[in-house]
């Protein structure tokens, strides 16, 4: 073994070493997050059932992933279609102000969308993060829909045309069903970063808690830290199978159309 | 009787003049090709007629039909496009039967039977379930074909349709393309920018450069009787002379020609309006002839040498330096039973015939 595979050994266990303590300790029959191991348990689960605050913290974050992946992936459609057929002035320094929040310190964003939210009188709850979400996926939505509009050959949506389709009949026969693969990436990929995200909803989230916001409420009380456990093992379980489903969906659609296969997140 | 008329069609990009001042007409039923290099306008001017361009100035009309503010979609025409644009998700007879899909007086069978009949035509029955990416080129180029004529176009648009299929193929499918028009007799419009191909498939051609049509004529005058320099170089090989013009009147031009000497033309080899003074003519290759040892001719004798060859295996082409000139001319050679192929260096007579010479334009 040279010092390069013992270096990315290294790595890896430092990647998922935490990932497979989650479950470790959520099965663990103890409140304290130690070894040695005290005993097999599935009490933490069933104590997962009877937080009612959890399950709407769980609602909350579910809503406002499912209408932010959406919204930033029809926004994502629009500016990556944009980019990838029309010339426009000044569209290199439009295209990079709506890219900016990708670099953006999250907190800046926070902390400047929560005093014009005030200023501007809304009520800060559920859709302000929403709003705020659909800030920062939105460029990853274009990042990923703007290689599926650039694969695009121009000459067969005029073919549809040619062939007396209309334009939105175009759009909608053939452009939509060749660009669905980046669609599935980009809603996916939008409602994992908006799932997890932290300080937006921290800062934007009124009294009703996103699923982050609550977990970290729950620091507070250590006896609480097996069942914080148990959900996060169920998160890990949900994230494999949505990325296996994506990659899955991914290949379909390549194999489908006979397109090369390359990147994806497998 | 006329299918498309074009007048006065002017295109800008801009401050990009890409069309300048089309006119034309092209007959129902007629193959008729664009013919230029990269970048003369003749792509631009084929998308104006299928509606993917919106003219400046000027009228497109087809079939009687003023064509201004008419979308793609709604015109009498259909376009083979040169990467075919086959759709990538649906198969072959999908692809085929796409146009079908608003025509709401045909049953499915009706349609079913319609795009057998178009795979059949261009030669692909059994194909219909084939997916799209499992196809050649030559077969994509087929199914662009029968989705396109499956609708019966007044015309059909053909976008350097045979560029990117190799030679062998390329041949094939300009003769099967031939049949098909023959076949179905509607208006085919090829965009090409290989002469020979449109020699061999055209009634009429449009040799465009920058944006203009240099010339209009049938495959046998372009390449006899180029307008200019320019065509004539295009089309095929040409050499082009030096030449002097000294009288010009009426039937009578007489031209004193660099390493040839002076000759008497015929007004069919001169431009329309030809003068005194500086301009060049034309001779193709295959007119001159070089004399091998012990032949006679009682034609013209130009005295030269050998200053480069090129061995093809049926023909030989050589560079000859005529006496009195410097830039070599080039002259084909069919390698018959017997004839040597001679070395550079060699001193050789060339014999010329002053009926294949061309004055050009200048």
């Not at chain 2, 309006?273 to 091998?292: Q, S």
């Not at chain 2, 009195?324 to 018959?336: A, F, Y």
Request: with cysteine; proline share 5%; glycine share 8%.
């Amino acid at each position: 073994m040279n010092g390069l595979r013992i270096y990315a050994l290294i790595y890896l266990v430092f990647l998922y070493a935490p990932i497979i303590l989650l479950p470790i300790f959520a099965f663990n029959d103890g409140t304290v997050i130690a070894f040695p191991l005290q005993g097999v348990t599935t009490k933490w689960f069933s104590e997962l059932m009877t937080v009612n605050a959890l399950h709407d913290s769980v609602k909350n974050s579910l809503y406002v992933a499912v209408i932010t992946a959406i919204f930033s992936t029809l926004l994502g459609i629009c500016a990556a279609r944009a980019q990838a057929r029309y010339r426009f002035p000044a569209k290199k320094g439009i295209v990079g102000l709506i890219m900016l929040p990708l670099v953006l310190p999250e907190i800046i964003v926070a902390v400047s969308l929560l005093i014009v939210f005030l200023s501007l009188g809304f009520n800060i709850g559920l859709w302000t993060i929403i709003l705020g979400h659909v800030l920062i996926c939105t460029p990853f939505s274009i990042a990923i829909l703007n290689s599926s509009f650039q694969n695009l050959d121009p000459s067969i949506e005029e073919a549809a045309q040619d062939l007396g389709e209309t334009r939105f009949g175009t759009f909608l026969k053939i452009t939509l069903p060749l660009v669905m693969p980046g669609i599935v990436s980009s809603l996916l990929i939008a409602f994992t970063i908006s799932m997890d995200e932290f300080i937006i909803a921290f800062f934007l989230s009124g009294t009703e808690p996103t699923l982050p916001v609550y977990l970290w409420s729950q620091l507070r009380f250590p006896q609480r830290l097996p069942v914080v456990m148990a959900l996060g093992t169920i998160l890990v379980v949900l994230s494999i199978l949505i990325l296996i489903l994506a990659e899955a969906m991914r290949r379909y659609g390549l194999r489908r159309s006979g397109m090369q296969d390359k990147g994806g997140f497998l | 009787m006329t299918m498309i008329t074009l007048d006065g069609v002017e295109k800008y990009y801009g401050d990009y003049r890409a069309l300048r001042g089309i006119n034309l007409t092209i007959g129902e039923g007629e193959f008729f090709s664009l013919l230029g290099p990269s970048g003369c306008g003749k792509t631009t001017l084929l998308r104006t007629i299928a509606g993917f361009e919106d003219v400046t100035t000027g009228a497109v009309t087809i079939d009687g039909k003023t064509m201004t503010n008419v979308p793609a979609n709604k015109r009498p025409t259909n376009m083979v496009f040169q990467s075919y644009a086959i759709f990538p998700h649906l198969n072959v007879a999908e692809n085929v039967a796409f146009g079908l899909r608003r025509r709401r007086d045909l049953n499915k069978k009706a349609k079913n039977t319609l795009v057998e009949d178009a795979l059949d035509m261009v030669g692909l029955d059994g194909f219909g379930d084939r997916a799209a990416h499992a196809l050649s080129g030559g077969q994509r180029q087929r199914v662009a074909l029968a989705r396109a004529l499956i609708l019966k176009p007044k015309v059909l648009l053909l976008d350097e349709p045979l560029s990117a299929l190799d030679k062998k193929l390329r041949e094939q499918m300009q003769s099967e393309l031939r049949r098909l028009q023959r076949q179905v007799g509607i208006t085919f419009i090829l965009v090409t920018h290989d002469q020979e191909e449109a020699l061999i498939m055209s009634d009429r051609i449009a040799v465009m450069f920058e944006g203009q049509i240099a010339q209009l004529a049938n495959p046998q005058t372009l390449y006899r009787r180029p307008i200019n320099r320019k065509v004539g170089e295009f089309i095929g090989v040409m050499n082009t002379l030096p030449a002097q013009v000294k009288i010009a009147v009426g039937a009578r031009v007489s031209v004193d020609v660099a390493g040839l000497g002076p000759v008497m033309l015929t007004p069919d080899q001169c431009p329309s309006g030809a003068k005194t003074g500086e301009t060049h003519v034309g001779i193709r290759p295959e007119t001159m002839a070089i004399l091998f040892d012990g032949e006679t001719s009682d034609g013209n004798i130009a005295n030269g040498m050998i200053h480069e060859l090129a061995y093809y295996g049926d023909m030989t082409y050589y560079d000859v330096k005529l006496d009195g000139i410097e830039r070599p001319v080039t002259i084909s050679m069919k390698n018959l039973v017997g004839r040597p192929v001679l070395e550079r260096g060699q001193r050789t007579r060339v014999r010329w015939d002053e009926r294949s010479l061309v004055l050009f334009k200048e």
